[in-house]
């Protein structure tokens, strides 16, 4: 079992940063990737960022490559998310998520939700222009 708590949101204006974090209760969470998703009033949960059980290997959606940055301390059991030159289309409630990794060659950070076993509660992030 594993608790995800997430932090950092707020609001913000189109151009500032913003960082969020995720931390993770829990034994074990270097076992797990790990991800952040976010849901516009509206509109379908989607796919941010994800991280590798390493760290090693991480993806984005086109809409905020270049942007956002995910990396994760396995020793503070922490995922991030640093948001740099909002937009008010980043508005949403973000999300954190874990997915079990499947063995140790398993580096590929999923994008789907259904590839995720836990689930934070969500966090407000809000950007005015």
């Known amino acids: 079992q594993v608790q995800l708590g997430e932090s950092g949101g707020g609001l913000a204006q189109a151009g500032d940063s913003l960082r969020l974090s995720c931390a993770a209760s829990?034994?074990?969470?270097?076992?797990?990737?790990m991800a952040w998703f976010r849901q516009a009033p509206g509109k379908e949960r989607e796919f941010v960022a994800a991280?590798?059980?390493?760290?090693?290997?991480?993806t984005y959606a086109d809409s905020v490559k270049g942007r956002f940055t995910i990396s994760r301390d396995n020793v503070k059991n922490t995922v991030y998310v640093q948001m740099n030159a909002l937009k008010p289309e980043d508005t949403a409630v973000y999300y954190c998520?874990?997915?079990?990794?499947?063995?140790?060659?398993?580096?590929?950070?999923?994008?789907?939700?259904?590839?995720?076993?836990?689930w934070g509660q969500g966090i407000q992030v809000t950007v005015s222009s």
């Open positions: 829990g034994r074990s969470f270097s076992n797990y990737h």
């Open positions: 991280i590798s059980w390493t760290g090693g290997t991480t």
């Open positions: 998520a874990a997915g079990r990794k499947t063995s140790d060659r398993d580096i590929r950070p999923r994008r789907e939700r259904n590839e995720y076993d836990y």
